[in-house]
């Protein structure tokens, strides 16, 4: 069982910048993928980048060059730095792992708010 802790979300100006952070609890942490979502009020949730179990990072096209995927690994938690952020990178933002053996995300953070005026 994994548990997913995000904090670090809350309001900016357009061009700001924020960093999420997610606490990750799961006994076999090299065994996991971990991944950013995002679910804005009346849209579908959307990935947003990951980092695979193999250190491989990738970005969705829309934060490609603005947001920054990293962990710490002795810390176990997984950061999301957000820079030169856009109205409409706001949203609900949450953190998800799945095992590196499974194609879904199974286990899921209660989110944090990001919202950019």
């Known amino acids: 069982h994994v548990q997913l802790v995000e904090s670090g979300g809350g309001s900016v100006q357009t061009g700001g910048s924020l960093r999420l952070s997610c606490a990750v609890s799961?006994?076999?942490?090299?065994?996991?993928?971990l991944g950013w979502f995002r679910q804005a009020s009346g849209k579908e949730r959307e990935w947003v980048g990951s980092l695979d179990s193999d250190g491989r990072i990738n970005y969705a096209d829309s934060v490609k060059g603005r947001f920054t995927i990293s962990k710490d690994n002795r810390k176990n938690v997984l950061y999301l730095q957000m820079s030169s952020l856009k109205p409409e990178d706001t949203a609900m933002y949450y953190c998800?792992?799945?095992?590196?053996?499974?194609?879904?995300?199974?286990?899921w953070g209660q989110g944090t708010q990001v919202t950019v005026s």
């Open positions: 799961v006994s076999s942490a090299n065994d996991y993928c």
């Open positions: 998800a792992a799945r095992p590196y053996w499974v194609r879904q995300y199974n286990d």
